[in-house]
């Protein structure tokens, strides 16, 4: 049997999930509050950055930003802050326990953007302090199916440079692929050190 509708195929996976007992789909209002927003208002920072960056025509440091931009970059680094608190409470791999349910799998692969179009494009990136939801975004990392359904580091620039009519040069796409899975050495030997790393 073929399922080609998302209805259908969101339909044929809860039902396996419910057959089975895997809490893909549970409901957690705490973590729906912790993350509802965050992708929003990375998308508000990024855009209200980049547009302030093409005014000035070079990149300018978080601390040199107009007031109402730094705004939504605090907001953007309390809400992160927000699940860091979150995953340090819980003490678990994943925000609902030890198996990934839909809330990862709609966080990881925006915390992941993130950190890629925040590193080239903003000069972001989440705070280092934050062990517990680097933590996380690791285990994201050692995951296989994440693994194999992240795109290259390139195809997510690219991407973002297009809703932002950002021109990418064409060394840019002929590129060889790069996926960046790994995390800073400051924030590995951190969560090392809290035995976080296993």
């Not at 549970?26 to 993350?35: G, H, N, T, Y």
């Not at 005014?55 to 601390?63: D, L």
């Not at 990418?168 to 590995?188: C, G, I």
Request: aromatic share 10%; with cysteine; glycine share 4%.
């Amino acid at each position: 049997m073929t399922y080609s509708d998302n209805r259908e195929i969101e339909g044929r996976i809860f039902h396996l999930a419910k057959e089975f007992r895997v809490a893909l789909f549970e409901k957690d209002l705490l973590v729906e509050k912790s993350i509802q927003n965050i992708y929003r208002n990375f998308k508000v920072f990024l855009r209200a950055k980049v547009d302030h960056d093409k005014v000035k025509r070079q990149p300018t440091t978080i601390e040199g930003l107009p007031p109402q931009i730094q705004a939504s970059h605090n907001k953007l680094v309390e809400q992160l802050s927000a699940v860091d608190q979150l995953l340090a409470e819980r003490k678990s791999r994943y925000l609902l326990g030890n198996a990934m349910t839909e809330y990862d799998c709609e966080l990881l692969p925006r915390l992941h953007h993130m950190r890629i179009v925040g590193r080239y494009l903003l000069n972001f990136d989440i705070p280092h302090n934050f062990i517990y939801l680097w933590n996380y975004i690791l285990t994201g990392y050692r995951t296989a199916a994440f693994i194999e359904s992240s795109p290259a580091d390139q195809d997510i620039l690219h991407h973002y440079k297009e809703q932002l009519n950002i021109f990418t040069n064409q060394r840019e796409t002929l590129q060889a692929p790069t996926k960046t899975h790994t995390l800073p050495e400051d924030v590995l030997n951190d969560i090392r050190r809290l035995g976080l790393d296993h």
